[in-house]
T-cell receptor, first 114, second 109 residues
Framework: GAVVSQHPSRVICKSGTSVKIECRSLDFQATTMFWYRQFPKKSLMLMATSNEGSKATYEQGVEKDKFLINHASLTLSTLTVTSAHPEDSSFYIC??????????FGNGTRLTVT | EDQVTQSPEALRLQEGESSSLNCSYTVSGLRGLFWYRQDPGKGPEFLFTLYSAGEEKEKERLKATLTKKESFLHITAPKPEDSATYLCAVRVTGNQFYFGTGTSLTVIP
């Protein structure tokens, strides 16, 4: 149980284009979803928290106009990186929880911006 | 300031050589401590939740314990397939989670 699916697993895009990453909870309803960014040998850096049907809450220093988060249903959240630049290249991971459950993570998306 | 520190940063063990990973925390109001396993290029996989000092959880060769200031992940007779990065996280309030930087475990056959 508690499976979170994230797609795509890898994406390469050109500088200036946008890319969308999907995160789905497959067997539970995710009241809250989280988006993280992970740098090599570093901890998970929380980017934003979203509740279904509400606007996402972004962490300090994360540009909300650049990283668009939509949590339209209890099983789907999307992260769109707009006008991507090489410095946006990173490993993005989503997680989801239902009520008071632990966080359950997707398998991440490796974004490379050329 | 709420903080989670994991040690050691990296650990190399011979197959069968038991050891422990440490997660120390300074938070105001612990509402759960979580252990995850992360394989390279993958998302973290949930292992355990601990809520109160003295609590212990076990799964196969792993055993997690909790005190008021730290948690240990004990690995008994590890196998090469236990090689991964182990992350701990603490929940403070609501949806506020703090993660450590992980311990990279390598088990040598």
């Amino acid at each position: 149980g508690a499976v979170v699916s994230q797609h795509p697993s890898r994406v390469i895009c050109k500088s200036g284009t946008s890319v969308k990453i999907e995160c789905r909870s497959l067997d539970f309803q995710a009241t809250t979803m989280f988006w993280y960014r992970q740098f090599p040998k570093k901890s998970l850096m929380l980017m934003a928290t979203s509740n279904e049907g509400s606007k996402a809450t972004y962490e300090q220093g994360v540009e909300k106009d650049k990283f668009l988060i939509n949590h339209a249903s209890l099983t789907l959240s999307t992260l769109t990186v707009t006008s991507a630049h090489p410095e946006d290249s990173s490993f993005y991971i989503c997680s989801a929880r239902q009520g008071d459950s632990p966080l359950h993570f997707g398998n991440g998306t490796r974004l490379t911006v050329t | 300031e709420d903080q989670v520190t994991q040690s050691p940063e990296a650990l190399r063990l011979q197959e069968g050589e038991s050891s422990s990973l440490n997660c120390s925390y300074t938070v105001s109001g612990l509402r759960g401590l979580f252990w995850y396993r992360q394989d390279p290029g993958k998302g973290p996989e949930f292992l355990f939740t601990l809520y109160s000092a003295g609590e212990e959880k076990e799964k196969e060769r792993l055993k997690a314990t909790l005190t008021k200031k730290e948690s240990f992940l004990h690995i008994t007779a590890p196998k090469p397939e236990d090689s991964a990065t182990y992350l701990c996280a603490v929940r403070v309030t609501g949806n506020q989670f703090y993660f450590g930087t992980g311990t990279s475990l390598t088990v040598i056959p």
